[in-house]
């Protein structure tokens, strides 16, 4: 008898204690870190350099290239599905352009060429490797590029053409905090050939030219 009460005045003691040391170590366990998410609206910005070359029959077989840096601001939307794998929408538009100047394919002289808008909307494909993103995009978008021809007398003549241009691109973010993004990206543009007027003494001339570019960028975006 006095040893059936002894248990129960223990286990009346000791359970109340071992349910409380149970909460206690359940309540101190760490809390794990939420994964982060690459889902979300964005804008950003970026610099870059390009190396370009105008093609088509209006070089008469002399293919002429030439550089250009821009500056660029961008937005979209980026949702990530399961295994790690990010689905994008991408909207970019440079806002400032440097001309490119060349050796002119027609005689004497000089020409130039200088987008003066270009918009490029883009599906991107990523996977997630934690705070990386590397990915591949793909679009068609629209260019306005002015092409330029300077004389040896020093005359010029200039026209602007409306032109659709087809971009590949490659790019690697990374996700500094849950907002700052920073990142890089190559872009290989193709514009359409078109024929550009120039009204020369006499007869106009016609020359059907395009043009294929490659450019490397740098680019910070805020994740919203």
Known sequence: MLRTSAVIAAALILGPLSARAADLTTKSAPL????FSWTGAYV?????FMSGEVIGPGTAGNNVGGTTTYFEVNGGYRYQ???GLVLGFD???PVWISSSTFNSPLGAGFSTSKPQFILIPQAQLGYALGRYLPYLGVGVGVA???GGFTTAAGTSFSDTQLSPVVDLSFG???A???NWIIGVR???LDFEQHNYTFATPGLPTVVQVGAVSDGVSGIVRYKF
């Open 32 to 35: 794990a870190a939420p994964q």
């Open 186 to 188: 190559y872009d290989h």
């Open 44 to 48: 950003g910005a970026g610099f870059g």
């Open 176 to 178: 500094l905090t849950d």
């Open 91 to 93: 909207l970019s538009a």
């Open 172 to 174: 690697v973010d990374y």
């Open 81 to 83: 599905i399961p295994y």
């Open 144 to 146: 306005d590029l002015k």
